[in-house]
């Protein structure tokens, strides 16, 4: 066999068992770090011998015991303490087990409850995820969280110690922590999406480089829990969104806001992936944020190609959210439709209602800027428009976007 | 904490501030200084002249080398500095993304140091 054969035998074994042998090494010696560096000499064990010995029968097994041998001579190296010790002995015999029987439990859900613990600092929580549950590499994280890469080592590293050394529990939390718990996994994986409130004309898209990851973390959380409704919201929210990605650029990559694009360039997959998840959320009768947020997607989406939504049912979706979740991002939003029902000088006065009550923030909120500037050029306000889109710009760190709220502020009448 | 935000621009950024390109580009920069001192967050900050203007100068034993240029000949430059007060390098870093130079040079964060303790 090719050494690239085997390497790619490692690649899809690692891709798709990375996150399942985490969790499992470490729901036993609740040492994510020491699960992580096992499983990477794991990983490059198999590199060496695969490409001679042929791919194993079962390689996440093989995987598993390996990487099981090199935490116990790490431990041994260390000579931990006894109760560790006992514990080691108990992950031994299971292991083996586990080894020769056939696929390794599931226990990543655990992994997802332990990576959005409150304990753990909440910026942290999504990179975190990221890379216990599908091995993402710290670089590349970096990057899209817009952290330096060291920074963002020794924030993970400071993680797992903490989860190590207080004693964060490998276990699912009881029913009565379920809901907020769960809301703190969706909104770290949430986070690794970035926002898509893209119904506000110009705004900043964020931070958009793991939206696949993020859709993949998604999925993972549905399979796991089949029978709560928000992770399904929360897949189908990401779903409507990645579903525009082709159609918010041109050939020449300009930026082109949602009531510009072509419907045709959206991915119907996605978007009937997006209402399949959204139905079934609904049949479980459990409302929530993200099942509202998929729904105004939904409602968005249906509008541009010609069903009839009306603006108040767009609206009455916001009010929903905003009284679950008054997040600045939704408040905008809703400033927008309160805009497209009652006119521009109504949706102004919506957005002075959110500057009364947090001016520091949204000093430095750049779709809170764009949508300004699009409702005062609709009320005919042009100068007020032309400083709104001044404020918008230089708050703006997307490049085309930039130049689409440039051409804006230039196509104001003088 | 106190960052100082140095925006490091290509040849042809600079370019742009005389040729036709100039009003686009001084836009870029006053909308990016405006929201900044909308923010409240600026210390103090320039703008540089270009790098073609640079004299470097070097003390080596007792003899004085004067250069013409800049102090190191890379493919970006200094083009100005802000030196702001944000809560963490995150803010700083956030700041640092929205530079019309981020897309095309870069800006380096640093923070400042701060006065040292007295005895």
């Known amino acids: 066999m090719s050494s690239s054969h085997a390497a790619i035998q490692a690649e899809r074994a690692a891709r798709e068992s990375y996150g399942r042998l985490v969790a499992y090494l470490s729901a ?9 560096d096992a499983l990477a000499d794991a990983f490059a064990t198999a590199l060496e011998k695969w490409p001679e010995s042929g791919v194993p029968d079962n390689p996440e097994a093989w995987l598993l015991t390996v990487a099981r041998r090199r935490m116990l001579d790490e431990w041994r190296h260390q000579s931990v303490a006894a109760a560790a010790g006992e514990e080691l002995l108990l992950l031994t015999d299971e292991l083996i087990e586990q080894a020769e029987a056939s696929a390794v439990p599931d226990e990543r859900l655990n992994l997802l409850f332990i990576c959005a613990h409150p304990a753990i600092d909440a910026a942290v929580r999504t990179p975190l995820m990221l890379q216990t549950v599908l091995g993402l590499d710290v670089a590349r994280m970096a990057n899209a969280f817009l952290v330096a890469p060291a920074t963002l080592s020794q924030r993970l590293v400071r993680a797992k110690t903490r989860i190590r050394d207080a004693g964060v529990g490998f276990h699912a939390p009881r029913a009565d922590d379920l809901p907020e718990r769960l809301q703190d996994v969706m909104d ?10 893209d119904d506000v004309e110009g705004a900043d898209e964020g931070r958009k ?9 998604g999925r993972t959380l549905v399979a796991l829990l089949p029978n709560e409704a928000e992770p399904k919201g929360l897949l189908a929210l990401m779903l409507f969104c990645e579903a525009r990605t082709d159609a918010r650029r041109d050939a020449t990559g300009r930026y082109i806001a949602f009531e510009d694009q072509d419907p045709a360039r959206w991915s119907l997959d996605m978007l009937a992936e997006a209402e399949s998840h959204l139905l079934q959320a609904a049949r479980l009768a459990a409302m929530g944020p993200y099942q509202l947020e998929a729904a105004l997607q939904s409602a968005h989406t249906q509008q541009r190609c010609g069903a009839p939504v009306r603006p108040a049912h767009i609206l009455a979706l916001y009010d929903g959210l905003v009284h679950l979740r008054p997040r600045v991002g939704a408040l905008v939003s809703r400033a927008c439709a309160v805009a497209a029902l009652h006119g521009p000088e109504q949706g102004l006065a919506a957005l002075a209602e959110l500057k009364a009550d947090d001016a520091a923030r949204l000093e430095s909120y ?3 800027w764009a949508a300004a500037a699009h409702l005062e050029a609709k009320a005919g306000n042009i100068a007020a428009a032309r400083n709104a889109y001044q404020r918008a710009i230089g708050l703006c760190s997307v490049p085309a976007i930039k130049d689409y709220l440039t051409a804006r502020m230039l196509a104001l009448p003088q | ?37 909308q923010a409240g967050i600026i210390v103090k900050g320039d703008g540089l002249m270009p790098p073609a203007t640079a004299t470097t100068l070097r003390v080596r034993g007792d003899k004085r080398q004067v250069q013409d240029g800049p102090f190191t000949d890379t493919k970006e430059q200094l083009g100005g500095y802000f030196v702001i007060k944000v809560a963490d390098l995150d803010a700083a ?13 870069g800006v ?11 005895a």
């Not at chain 1, 036993?28 to 770090?33: K, L, P, Q």
């Not at chain 2, 870093?93 to 040079?105: K, V």
């Not at chain 2, 380096?108 to 007295?118: G, K, N, T």
């Open chain 1, 28 to 36: 036993r010696s609740h040492d994510i770090a020491a699960a992580e």
């Open chain 1, 188 to 197: 770290a994986i949430y986070a690794a999406y970035g926002t898509g409130w």
């Open chain 1, 209 to 217: 480089g793991l939206t696949r990851e993020a859709i993949d973390l």
């Open chain 1, 366 to 368: 750049q779709p809170y």
């Open chain 2, 1 to 37: 904490m106190e960052y100082m935000l140095m925006y490091y621009e290509t040849a042809d950024d600079v370019a742009c501030r005389a040729d036709q390109r100039a009003p686009a580009y001084w836009a870029g920069w006053n909308a990016y200084i405006g929201a900044l001192a």
């Open chain 2, 93 to 105: 870093l956030d700041w640092a993304s929205r530079a019309p130079c981020a897309s095309t040079g």
């Open chain 2, 108 to 118: 380096e964060v640093r923070p400042i140091l701060p006065p040292p303790a007295q």
